[in-house]
């Protein structure tokens, strides 16, 4: 079954407002990471967090893991145009020996100037 | 330092044709992951290689599809006789697994295969 599941589906926000994007998952995990994809291109690493770690900044992005809800959240602050794409939380488990990622289906942001 | 690179970038082929994915993974990477992403969906995991050696095909489909990763050269993805539902977007992701950054995987820009 789907591991990660991110929500909204869908999100709309003005140019300098935050956009807060979640993430639930089912199974144990290593880590949580987010990636970035703009439309029709590759996928771009946003951050990663460990699972005995509980939040974490990388410039406007902040990311919080909760492992007793298996839920995250990625918060951009002050958006710009630049932002819109589709997130993607994807989650990695080394228990089969692979260390596979896991994706959801992916928020799909827009930023309106 | 030149990232993940994948070839071609747009491969069209007709049902029944044979489909051949390439992945060149980062320099000093020698843990290969295949991906698929049909239209407005995540990316699923396909299959896991280090150099001549599968460790995880858990997410290939039983037929039709194979992948390698040879001692030199790069990774091969092959699907044969494609069939429309074979259309999407192919990622490829190498990682090092070493130290700290052992599960961060870089992805390359994809191939988006269409089967007419």
């Known amino acids: 079954s789907q591991q990660g599941e991110e929500d909204p589906q869908a999100l709309s926000i003005q140019e300098g407002e935050n956009a807060t994007m979640n993430c639930s998952y089912k199974t144990s995990i290593n880590n949580l990471q987010w990636y970035r994809q703009n439309s029709g291109r590759g996928l771009v690493h946003l951050i990663l967090i460990r699972s005995n770690e509980r939040e974490k900044h990388s410039g406007r992005l902040r990311v919080t893991l909760d492992t007793s809800k298996k839920s995250s959240s990625l918060l951009i602050t002050a958006s710009r145009a630049a932002d819109t794409a589709s997130y993607f939380c994807a989650t990695a488990y080394s228990g089969a020996g692979s260390y596979q990622l896991t994706f959801g289906k992916g928020t799909k942001l827009s930023v309106i100037p | 330092n030149a990232g993940v690179m994948q070839n071609p970038r747009h491969l069209v082929r007709r049902r029944g044709q044979e489909a051949r994915l390439r992945c060149s993974p980062m320099?000093?990477?020698?843990?290969v992951y295949w991906y698929r992403q049909l239209p407005e969906e995540g990316l699923k995991f396909m299959v896991y290689?280090?150099?001549?050696?599968?460790?995880?095909e858990s997410g290939m489909p039983k037929e039709r599809f194979s992948a390698e990763f040879p001692k030199e050269g790069p990774s091969i993805l092959r699907i044969q006789q494609v069939v429309r539902g074979d259309s999407a977007a192919y990622f490829c992701a190498s990682s090092n697994r070493t130290g700290s950054s052992s599960y961060e995987q870089y992805f390359g820009p994809g191939t988006r295969l269409t089967v007419t």
């Open positions: 320099k000093g990477h020698s843990h």
């Open positions: 290689l280090q150099k001549e050696n599968i460790i995880d």
